[in-house]
């Protein structure tokens, strides 16, 4: 049977004949061709596409991880051990001198160390985190085959959050552990436990798998951090208007610059800006660093010092460019700089004094970077980078202690997450971030990697190390910003997560090289997949697994019928295929659907004889971007009769893409209504060949346009929530939007009925589900384009998509090959056969 065959009221009648024997599906994509008519057209309908995100979304989170041995447990504290605390309780063993294994044992749980406020303890335990430092530094020439292990005693609770100062410590050791790769280097995390529980559990971690080498223990479980990918889910509200004043400690230099700019763009906020910098006069023009320096070298000044006066000139006068553009943007008087050192507690109080009004967002943006391994970095430079963004975050909650922001941003690092080598300073201050920022109401800290154009990432130092290194992904500051922007206007959906972590392939294949199992730990348990039901066979590269359809576990098949019998709909194929995907490649998520066909139908003829289909998925290919997989369902043919009259027939064959996490989707310029014609949704009209129901009933306003067809996605959650509670695929979506097709208007008033037979892709964006969809607030609209499209020519050009009110693409089809089955009038709904419509016609 050819595709030719399939064309006309002949080939309907042909294909609708090899159909009654199996199965049929459908599935859809997009992607620009190069055909220069086609590209006229979508240039109409689309803003300029970005390219493609090279960072992914991740929130950060605790997770049960059972302990795994691997290897006999070794003493907590061996008897040379060097021993520190902030607790005489907890002194065991020397606290001088140098020792290949160094144990540092932190009493967190005075009730002042609950919230992230300055008090007495947190003095003391700041002093520890850098007697901690010394003593890596100390010892760091005896590690070798050694070890360092950190324990924080009241530092998570028992339901598993970690307290505000326990990130101090584990941000620290996360680096210690790059640092040191000969050495076991770990941290261990408890509730109020006595110190015997505490040394137990170190000998049990010094015997077990590590993944990020911290764990934490509460509630009887050992809980490891992990990073899973997640879109952001937007609020209900906008989170800034005119109206509202934001403060930002830093922010008018490095990154924070182009965010707030996108702030005062978007809202024209009321904005203050807390500096360092001392401001130029307007009118001193920057003068020639060399004659700068010469004068102040006539003056005695030092080459050092006269250069760093200059750089700090070049900085004021980039802070007052900043603020003229804000200005701009927010209009005159709107915007004010207060010149303050935030590590200094009295000058942020008298600042934040300054401000009036109630504050609907801080920005905490300051920070600093001296990288330097352990040996080579000053306990001064330590300091200077750790309390940049510790001390600052305490001065100002304590400036704020009696008027709360309402929103809270931190701007934190990838760091904070994995450590970094010569970053103990940094690594600690950003985990200080994440875990204060889960233990506060309306606060949240995002996680960056290094930016491309600006900030640290754009010195020529930097960005040769980035080069090289191959481990830091940098950002482009268009996407830093969308990024931030998505983060903010999730903010005040409490369903978020406090701590979210940016990183992409580079950092991927960096994290694989260090810890392969981790990304797997951190795509999280193995969901279970309903349409696997068995897994016949399994191995690196191929999977055989069965599945069975009745109308007793599957009475959804039901609302869904095509001449008369319940059937699976042809859009549900990625769904099998996606299921059947992950399950040989677990840990990844499907993102593209290649090529997929639809050879025949699946349907239930009696209600008292299940059908059994095997699913097969083979790995093409793999690599650090993707896993590539075939797959295929196949199916005894049993005619109504009961009579078998094909063995192992295809069903369904398309190829799957799997990536780390989803993809962000494009963006799309909604059309207007000017010349939109309603049409009735032939699949719904009774008497119907392919005829729609219930939860299949997913779209409204349909209507055709001048530049192709519409309608919009009208999903039925409680629906959605009975009967495909756990799919990976948007797939009554993807029906309903692939159904948008078939509208328009044959000979004045017939709309055509139509089965899909093959689709060349269908994009995934955001990891969207059905269910995920159904809860957004704003509508969905569907289009697909050209306005002349075939749904039988052979050599196809169309394109459907789902689209955000943003703008942005949800879900992307490309190029639909069907066959006309019937058409129905929309004047009086009767449906007439395809045979009978043509021969009408012609007559």
């Known amino acids: 049977m050819t595709r030719a065959n399939l064309l006309g009221a002949q080939g309907a009648r042909e294909l609708i004949a090899f159909l009654e024997g199996g199965d049929h599906a459908g599935g859809a994509a997009i992607e620009l061709r190069s055909d220069p008519a086609a590209r ?13 995100h090279l960072l992914d979304r991740h929130v950060f989170e605790l997770a049960p991880d059972p302990r795994r041995p691997v290897r006999s447990a070794p003493p907590a504290i061996p008897r040379d051990a060097l021993v520190l605390s902030n607790s005489p309780t907890f002194r065991a063993g020397v606290d001088d001198g140098v020792s290949g294994h160094v144990r540092v044992l932190v009493d967190a749980t005075d009730p002042r160390l609950r919230e992230a406020r300055w008090s007495e303890p947190v003095g003391e335990l700041l002093d520890l985190h850098e ?44 680096s210690l552990a790059l640092e040191f ?27 077990a798998r590590q993944l990020i080498p911290v764990t934490y223990h509460a509630g009887g479980r050992r809980l490891a951090p992990r990073a899973v990918p997640a879109p952001a889910t937007p609020a209900d509200v906008p989170p ?44 001193d023009e920057t003068p020639d660093r060399s004659a700068y320096i010469r004068t102040l070298l006539k003056q005695g000044v030092g080459v050092p010092e006269a250069n760093a006066r200059f750089d700090r000139l070049g900085e004021a006068r980039q802070v007052r460019r900043t603020l003229a553009g804000l200005e701009r943007l927010c209009g005159p008087g709107r915007v004010r700089y207060l010149r303050c050192d935030l590590r200094d507690g009295d000058a942020v109080e008298r600042a934040m004094a300054a401000v009036d009004g109630p504050i609907d967002l801080l920005l905490n943006i300051a920070g600093t970077n001296r990288a330097a391994g352990v040996t080579a970095k000053s306990v001064a430079d330590f300091r200077a980078v750790r309390d940049l963004k510790v001390r600052t975050y305490l001065n100002l909650r304590e400036a704020l202690r009696e008027r709360a922001p309402r929103l809270w941003c931190n701007f934190g690092s990838f760091i904070g997450l994995t450590g970094q080598r010569g970053e103990t300073d940094y690594g600690a201050a950003n985990d200080f971030l994440n875990t204060t920022a889960m233990n506060a109401e309306g606060e949240f800290t995002i996680g960056w990697t290094l930016w491309r154009d600006i900030g640290l990432g754009a010195t020529p130092l930097m960005r040769d190390f980035l080069e090289g290194s191959g481990e830091f992904t940098p950002t482009p500051t268009e996407e830093g910003v969308e990024h931030f922007m998505a983060e903010l206007a999730a903010a005040p959906n409490g369903s978020n997560r406090p701590v979210t972590v940016f990183f992409g392939d580079k950092e991927r294949a960096a994290i694989r090289a260090a810890v392969p199992e981790f990304l797997e730990f951190s795509a999280g348990p193995r969901r279970a997949l309903p349409f696997v039901d068995r897994v016949l066979r399994r191995d690196a590269v191929e999977l055989v697994a069965e599945r069975t359809f009745s109308m007793e576990r599957d009475g959804y098949l039901d609302l869904h019928q095509v001449r008369g019998y319940p059937t699976l709909p042809g859009t549900f194929v990625p769904e099998l295929a996606a299921q059947a995907a992950v399950s040989l490649v677990p840990g990844r998520v499907p993102v593209v659907f290649e090529d997929l066909r639809l050879e025949s139908f699946l349907r239930i003829y009696r209600k008292d004889r299940p059908e059994v289909k095997r699913l097969t998925a083979r790995l093409l290919r793999s690599d650090e971007r993707e896993s590539v997989v075939a797959v295929r369902v196949l199916g005894d043919v049993v005619a109504p009769n009961g009579v078998t009259v094909a063995r192992d027939k295809t069903h369904f064959s398309v190829t799957v893409r799997l990536r780390d996490a989803p993809l962000p989707g494009p963006a799309w310029t909604h059309w207007d209504e000017h010349g939109s014609r309603p049409l009735r ?37 409680p629906a959605l929530r009975r009967w495909f509670p756990g799919l990976l695929v948007p797939s009554v ?79 992307q089809v490309k190029d639909i090959i069907g066959a006309i089955v019937g058409y129905v009038d929309q004047e009086t709904g009767e449906y007439v056969e395809r045979e009978r419509f043509d021969r009408e016609e012609r007559a």
């Open 40 to 52: 006229t057209r979508l240039i109409r309908l689309t803003r300029p596409r970005r390219a493609a």
């Open 131 to 174: 007697r901690t430092f010394l003593a890596a530094k100390d010892c760091a020439a005896h590690l070798d085959g050694g070890s360092f292990v950190v324990s924080v005693v009241g530092g998570v609770t028992e339901a598993g959050v970690p307290l505000p100062f326990t990130g101090l410590f584990t941000g620290l050791v996360k």
């Open 181 to 207: 790769p000969n050495a076991d280097v770990l941290a261990t995390v408890h509730t109020d436990v006595p110190l015997d529980e505490v040394l137990a559990t170190v000998s049990a971690e010094l015997g």
């Open 240 to 283: 800034l208007n005119e109206d509202s004043l934001v403060v930002a400690a830093g922010g008018a230099r490095g990154i924070g610059a182009p965010v707030l700019e996108a702030l005062a763009a978007r809202y024209r906020p009321r904005l203050v800006i807390l500096g360092s910098s001392e401001l130029p006069d307007d009118a």
């Open 681 to 717: 949704d032939p699949y719904h009209v009774p008497g119907s060949d392919v005829l729609l129901r219930e939860v299949f009933r997913s779209t409204t306003d349909t209507r055709t346009h001048p530049m192709g067809r519409r309608g919009r996605l009208a999903l039925d959650a």
């Open 733 to 811: 979506t993807l029906d309903g939007l692939v159904r948008v097709a078939v509208l328009e208007r044959v000979s004045g008033r017939w709309t055509p009925v139509a089965i899909p037979r093959s689709i060349r892709r269908i994009d995934l964006y955001g990891g969207h589900t059905d269910l995920t969809l159904a809860a957004l607030t704003e509508p969905v609209e569907l289009y697909v384009t050209p306005v002349d499209l075939d749904l039988e020519d052979p050599e196809p050009d169309n394109r459907a998509i789902a689209v955000a009110s943003s703008g942005e693409v949800l879900l």
